[in-house]
T-cell receptor
Framework: TAGITQAPTSQILAAGRSMTLRCTQD?????MYWYRQDLGLGLRLIHY???????GKGEVPDGYSVSRANTDDFPLTLASAVPSQTSVYFC????????????FGPGTRLTVL | GQNIDQPTEMTATEGAIVQINCTYQ??????LFWYQQHAGEAPTFLSY??LDGLEEKGRFSSFLSRSKGYSYLLLKELQMKDSASYLC??????????WGAGTKLIIKP
């Protein structure tokens, strides 16, 4: 079982360009999340989706958009990248079991120049 | 506002015991998590506490006091592979996880 996969592993992007970070899970989890992780700060929630067809804004949604056309895929799009979006991005999904464990993808390291 | 506090860095000796503390102030509480994150890798689940008390899982134990807004992660018989960051997170009233910045644990031989 692959769990959660993310692509690309890393990317250097010119400011002003757009980019989509891909996230796919094969665990049939309903809820999925996008976080960014920056040095000295905790994981910060960008957007989430409780189930296919629905999305919501997290703590730091500006400059990002998401879609959830089906259960497995949850892409994150940067419409016009800025240097402050340089970060490591993690996608996660929730098992829905009694402990609400979140499973994380391997992350995408994005550098915006 | 919502806040999770944990020490930035701790150092311990191989074979010893270390306790990593976490205090929280959140809007609602639906459980507290500890995750381990090795450098350059994704966080992985360690423990979940929703009721007061101690949960033991092998060399790792996690304690929760809801009245004090306090938790700790206890690591026994430390091994070099335990060198990692340990993240405390609280599930708030909206069932969103609020994350601490993490505690970097350095294990010395």
């Amino acid at each position: 079982t692959a769990g959660i996969t993310q692509a690309p592993t890393s990317q250097i992007l010119a400011a002003g360009r757009s980019m989509t970070l891909r996230c796919t899970q094969d665990m049939r989890h309903n809820a999925m999340y996008w976080y960014r992780q920056d040095l000295g700060l905790g994981l910060r929630l960008i957007h989430y989706s409780n189930t296919a067809g629905t999305t919501g804004k997290g703590e730091v949604p500006d400059g990002y958009s998401v879609s959830r056309a089906n259960t497995d895929d949850f892409p994150l799009t940067l419409a016009s990248a800025v240097p402050s979006q340089t970060s490591v991005y993690f996608c996660a999904s929730v098992s829905g079991g009694e402990n609400n464990e979140q499973f994380f993808g391997p992350g995408t390291r994005l550098t915006v120049l | 506002g919502q806040n999770i506090d944990q020490p930035t860095e701790m150092t311990a000796t191989e074979g010893a015991i270390v306790q990593i503390n976490c205090t929280y102030q959140t809007s609602g509480f639906n459980g507290l998590f500890w995750y381990q994150q090795h450098a350059g890798e994704a966080p992985t689940f360690l423990s979940y506490n929703v009721l007061d008390g101690l949960e033991e899982k092998g060399r790792f134990s996690s304690f929760l006091s809801r009245s004090k807004g306090y938790s700790y992660l206890l690591l026994k018989e430390l091994q070099m592979k335990d060198s990692a960051s340990y993240l405390c997170a609280v599930l708030d009233s909206n069932y969103q996880l609020i994350w601490g910045a993490g505690t970097k644990l350095i294990i010395k031989p």
